[in-house]
């Protein structure tokens, strides 16, 4: 059971935008950055976001993250086919003195 | 380009001793500030995440794997080592050996993964 809860499943069409939460509380997302994973079927996961907004190189603007208070989310626009994957949200915990992953979230573009 | 890639075992008895290792290719595991770490994922299920080694030689681990693990690392050989006791069905997955900078959350780098079954 993660610290972080994420939703198990959300889906939208292509073109569109989705937005995948990630809740937490003041130890974890409350005090520290969270980054953002997709991981493709089959696939290693890819850093998509860290530092709560700040996006690798490589990563398309499509791609977007934020954080308010305890809780950090991750926007995709103009979905794609390709984008259909497993996201997780991932942030350091002061209490746990560790890395906490949430559940992940499987995005299904329809 | 930063490359990690895992080898060890596909196969664990049930009790036995897993041991993997990393083996890192394109730069050093000893640069300060960089965290080199493992994770895992059981068939179908979401990352567990499992420990980290910094500075060379500073841990943390996941509480409710810490009884168990020991990572520890070959600065000569830029590699690094997971140990897991006590193995069990319940740890049957992929393993991911990874490497983080500016903290331990942020992974930038993920060896493709290795799986290992817990079974008789």
């Known amino acids: 059971q993660s610290v972080l809860t994420q939703p198990p499943s959300v889906s939208a069409a292509p073109g569109q935008k989705v937005t995948i939460s990630c809740s937490g509380s003041s130890s974890n997302i409350g005090s520290h950055f969270v980054s953002w994973y997709q991981q493709l079927p089959g696939a290693a996961p890819k850093l998509l976001i860290y530092q709560n907004d700040k996006r690798p190189l490589e990563i398309p603007d499509r791609f977007s993250g934020s954080k308010s208070g305890t809780s950090g989310t991750l926007g995709i626009t103009g979905l794609q086919t390709g984008d259909e994957a497993d996201y997780y949200c991932v942030t350091w915990d002061s209490s746990l003195i560790a890395v906490a992953i949430g559940g992940g979230t499987k995005l299904t573009v329809l | 380009q930063l490359q990690l890639q895992e080898s060890g075992p596909g196969l664990v008895r049930p009790s036995e001793t897993l041991s993997l290792t990393c083996i890192v290719s394109?730069?050093?595991?000893?640069?300060?500030?960089?965290?080199w770490g493992w994770i895992r994922q059981p068939p179908g299920r979401g990352l567990e995440w499992i420990g980290a080694?910094?500075?060379?030689?500073?841990?943390h681990y996941n509480p409710s794997l810490k009884s168990r693990v020991t990572i520890s690392a070959d600065t000569s050989k830029n590699q690094f080592f997971l140990r897991l006791n006590s193995m069990t069905a319940a740890d049957t997955a992929i393993y991911f050996c990874?490497?983080?900078?500016?903290?331990?959350?942020?992974?930038?780098?993920w060896g493709q993964g290795t799986l290992v079954t817990v079974s008789s």
């Open positions: 990874a490497k983080s900078g500016g903290g331990a959350d942020t992974i930038e780098y």
């Open positions: 394109g730069g050093p595991i000893s640069t300060n500030g960089h965290y």
């Open positions: 080694i910094y500075n060379s030689g500073n841990l």
